[in-house]
């Protein structure tokens, strides 16, 4: 399955790159894209996820062409 | 209703005149507004800012803020809402956010507003990068509870 992988702000800045495009079978929940990307580093503990633009658990499902956002805690407003 | 996304300085009394102006059919159905305008400060904890770069994430940052403005009409009888946030560079003293709500009561436009600046700072996918007179610059790292 295609999943496109969007990183924002300082976990951006730490992995060095604003995104991936995965072409991967086997990936079942957010955490796993995470994992697959990004085999040498952790996901920070604060961090928030989404996918196709709205918040969800890292234990939530994934499926061919999702884009899966990882990001620091927002600081808007 | 409107949410926009702004890149450039925006002046906040001109949006709202502007909107105001333009929803010609409410005129006279709304007894109060509520305005809350967030402006960039010079100093945060105890050191001087000199400007800040506001990242978003284009498209969810629009999802949320819809959402956010749809759970406000559920919950409070809203005649208008208005939502403008910046992005990019900004300097002191500019404007960051505005909410603006028109309802026909005073305590309905006060509630909602604050529901909605609230959920903003909570769920709107922007990051606030600081950009200190000492030349160093740092990520905001959360966003505190308004009601605390």
């Given at each position: ?77 | 209703m ?65 959402k956010i403005v749809a759970e406000a009409l559920q919950q409070w009888?809203i005649?208008?809402a208005?939502v ?15 909410v603006?709500v ?6 309905d436009?006060?509630d909602a507003s604050r529901y909605i600046?609230?959920a ?29």
């Amino acid at each position: 399955m295609s999943i496109k992988v969007r990183y924002f702000a300082s976990l951006k800045e730490s992995i060095g790159r604003s995104n991936d495009h995965l072409e991967i079978t086997g990936l079942a929940t957010v955490a796993d894209v995470w994992r697959y990307a990004n085999p040498n580093k952790a996901l920070p503990d604060n961090s928030l996820a989404a996918v196709n633009m709205d918040y969800v658990e890292l234990n939530s499902a994934v499926k061919d062409g999702d884009e899966v956002a990882f990001f620091p805690p927002v600081t808007g407003g | 209703m409107h949410i926009k996304i702004c890149a450039e300085a925006f002046d906040p009394w001109q949006e709202i005149q502007v909107h105001q102006h333009l929803a010609k059919d409410l005129a006279g159905k709304f007894g109060a507004t509520s305005v809350f305008i967030g402006t960039m400060r010079d100093f945060n904890d105890g050191d001087d800012v000199k400007g800040m770069t506001l990242e978003h994430y284009p498209g969810m940052t629009e999802k949320q803020l819809e959402k956010i403005v749809a759970e406000a009409l559920q919950q409070w009888p809203i005649i208008n809402a208005l939502v403008v946030h910046r992005v990019g560079d900004i300097l002191p003293n500019e404007p960051i956010v505005l909410v603006a709500v028109w309802t026909s009561h005073r305590g309905d436009a006060f509630d909602a507003s604050r529901y909605i600046m609230e959920a903003l700072k909570s769920r709107a996918p922007f990051w606030k990068k600081e950009r200190l007179k000492s030349q160093a610059e740092r990520w905001l790292v959360k966003n505190t509870d308004g009601y605390l």
